[in-house]
């Protein structure tokens, strides 16, 4: 299924295809300190934590003890959960090996 949010851009598209070239986890930490600032990794990291726990359908308080998430970041990711396209879904599920990823 091609996305086909609003988010569509040809500058993304590039970043996007660059992310899918990267081969391991040292390739994503070389790749990632140099585009993105500490504090913006971090805060990926902390959001994809987030969206796991939210479907483990843990509590606002053990998450942002666990995190230390904002209510504010848990609420977003919660309605990125049930409202968005589905992308927390999609990398949560490979993530737990429910879904292989295509080669």
């Known amino acids: ?52 726990m939210l479907q483990e359908n843990r509590t606002y ?6 995190t230390g998430a904002s209510t504010a970041t848990i609420s977003r990711v919660k309605r990125c959960l049930n409202y968005g396209a589905d992308g927390y879904k999609l990398v949560l599920a490979r993530l737990a090996g429910k879904e292989k990823a295509p080669r």
Not at 40 to 46: F, G, H, L, V
Not at 61 to 66: C, D
């Open 1 to 52: 299924m091609a996305y086909t949010g609003k988010l569509r851009d040809p500058l993304l598209d590039e970043l996007f295809e660059a992310v899918l070239t990267l081969r391991d986890i040292d390739e994503c930490y070389q790749f990632f300190e140099d585009i993105c600032t500490v504090a913006e990794i971090k805060a990926m990291a902390q959001r994809l934590a987030v969206a796991k």
């Open 61 to 66: 308080t053990e998450i942002a003890a666990q």
